[in-house]
């Protein structure tokens, strides 16, 4: 091989290896909460799921708001929402944080 081709080469397989370390990398969450007959929300992480019960007579959504700002104060930033309808509606928030 003459040196161009392995110069080529070793530079091709030096750019690929920075790439790839350069992609960020994260963990995933779903906060989901409810409407009027579903009184808890749901935080699902790859390591975890937690669940708080919501009391009957509290505002449902702002309960779901309040636990996205917490755990945006924990470094999540919601990438995604979602909202279901039918029988019950549920509010769906899609998170995320880098992962040091």
Excluded: C
């Excluded at 081709?5 to 790439?19: A, E, Q, R, S």
């Excluded at 906060?31 to 009391?55: L, M, R």
Aim: proline share 1%; glycine share 6%.
């Amino acid at each position: 091989m003459s040196a161009k081709i392995k110069l080529l080469v070793i530079t091709t397989l030096l750019i690929v290896n920075i790439g790839l370390k350069a992609q960020d990398r994260y963990e995933y969450a779903i906060v989901q909460g409810g409407d009027v007959f579903i009184n808890k929300i749901t935080v699902i992480t790859s390591s975890d799921e937690e669940i708080v019960e919501t009391p009957k007579d509290s505002k449902r959504k702002v309960e779901l708001i309040k636990k996205v700002e917490e755990l945006e104060k924990q470094g999540w930033e919601v990438f995604n929402t979602a909202l279901s309808s039918g029988t019950f509606i549920g509010h769906y928030f899609y998170m995320r944080r880098k992962i040091k």
